[in-house]
């Protein structure tokens, strides 16, 4: 007995529902980027080792999926190197390319390699597959789509009031309601930092402060303390946790604990500017919020940080988030190449709008009329037909068997086909076509005007 065939963990299989559902997703993203004036681009599914290895990470590095050479990859292989199954070593000697991790790192290579065709800033989106050797859980798989939009050659903070109108717009057109867009800046981080005596274990420091909503104050105070960060320090933070107010009432505390780091002040200004424009223009449906824990990406981003989390009903984590970089091509050899930019998680915000029942209006394609077959001469007339009604812009079908009327039938009813044309010997002697409206269940008998005039209704 033959096995049954399966798919590797964390892929999946899409039906046709899904597909529709995730392009009326899709198409949304694609629809508001080009409004907002950004130019598509693709990469190849597949980089050579050395672009990727060593952009993120020794965790990141050890989820990148290598390709193995083509050929006998082993017949070069030192035999010692065999033996000490050393698997870091064997890796780089058998395999010369690797699947892409994110969009970001090969958009950068993108930018260096055709930096002479390129009109600056440039605006660009990029909605593609990516791939991670990660553990599968809900709403993280090892094969997913990636939704990114990016500008490189401006320092403009007018692109951060941009990219949180882009993430506004599109889940306005989702409608999906109550998102919260968080925000932070690197600049701010480091300035606390700084300010506390801390400024050599930043990175112990934020990651201990992302922490905030899940172990509380204490719980934070408690891991600075094992990171090594002195008591005096977490006393001269404790300020921080009692910010309350608006996001300007915040900042404006901020500025203050803030005042002796020039760092700092600079993350608070620019953070002023980006909130205070966004509140005056306003938002069609979502909410900004400042976030001091907010530290994703804190060894990449250099100024904003930008985090997008669903409706408090609904548990999910982020499902989308970016940043500003100072020198994103600058690990290709383009030094001083600032950019930002933003992604989408497309498979979370599919769960987040299935589970908030959002997709009542995705529909599957269909044909709007389907021809039945009697015969190989109806179904010859048929064919005809369908010919000048798609030359017309009529999505029309021919059922391919010839069967019972019963069963045809059956089939425009499961597909929500609206229409269905009857041909027969009567309607094939007279070029004639009696139509069958699916929905109220009246025919009617005409030629093919009046069968053209009908579904262009």
Request: net charge neutral; with cysteine.
């Amino acid at each position: 007995m033959a096995q049954k065939p399966s798919i590797p963990k964390g892929t999946r299989d899409f039906s046709p529902t899904e597909v529709a559902k995730r392009n009326y997703i899709i198409n949304i993203i694609k629809a508001t980027f080009e409004h907002f004036g950004f130019q598509p681009i693709e990469t190849p599914s597949f980089e050579n080792s050395e672009t990727l290895m060593g952009k993120y990470g020794e965790e990141g590095d050890r989820l990148i999926f290598k390709i193995l050479n083509s050929g006998d990859y082993l017949s070069k292989i030192n035999e010692d190197l065999l033996i000490q199954k050393d698997s870091n070593k064997l890796t780089a000697k058998i395999s010369e390319k690797a699947l892409r991790y994110d969009l970001t790192v090969p958009f950068a290579r993108y930018v260096v390699q055709h930096q002479n065709e390129l009109e600056f800033p440039f605006k660009r989106y990029q909605i593609q597959p990516v791939w991670r050797a990660d553990r599968p859980q809900k709403g993280r798989f090892r094969e997913f789509y990636q939704c990114d939009a990016d500008v490189v050659g401006s320092k403009s903070l007018w692109q951060e009031v941009e990219f949180i109108q882009l993430y506004d717009a599109v889940f306005n057109r989702l409608n999906l309601k109550g998102v919260t867009i968080k925000l932070n800046n690197r600049k701010i981080l480091a300035g606390i930092a700084e300010v506390i005596g801390a400024a050599d274990k930043l990175i112990d420091f934020t990651v201990a402060l992302d922490k905030l909503d899940k172990v509380g104050e204490e719980g934070v105070k408690k891991e600075m303390l094992e990171k090594g960060i002195s008591n005096a320090a977490i006393e001269k933070l404790t300020p921080l946790f009692k910010l309350s107010g608006s996001n300007i009432e915040k900042l404006h505390q901020l500025k203050t604990l803030l005042g002796d780091s020039k760092e700092g002040v600079e993350g608070i200004d620019e953070l002023s500017f980006v909130i205070k424009t966004i509140e005056s223009v306003g938002l069609f449906t979502s909410n900004l919020e400042l976030d001091l824990t907010l530290a994703r990406g804190l060894n990449y981003y250099t100024g904003a940080i930008i985090e997008v989390v669903p409706p408090k009903e609904v548990s999910m984590g982020s499902i989308g988030g970016g940043g500003r970089y100072d020198d994103l091509t600058g690990i290709f050899g383009l030094k001083d190449m600032s950019g930002i930019g933003i992604s989408f998680g497309l498979d979370r915000i599919y769960l987040v709008l299935e589970e908030l029942n959002l997709f009542s209006k995705v529909a599957l394609p269909k044909p709007k009329v389907l021809f039945t077959n009697f015969g190989d001469n109806e179904a010859f007339f048929a064919t005809q037909t369908i010919k000048l009604l798609r030359e017309n812009g009529i999505k029309s079908e021919l059922y391919p068997d010839n069967a019972k009327l019963k069963k045809q039938l059956n089939y425009a009813d499961k597909r929500d086909i609206q229409y269905v044309v009857l041909i027969g010997s009567s309607e094939l002697e007279n070029k004639s076509y009696t139509v069958k409206n699916m929905i109220t269940g009246e025919q009617s008998t005409g030629n093919f005007d009046m069968l053209l005039q009908l579904l262009k209704q």
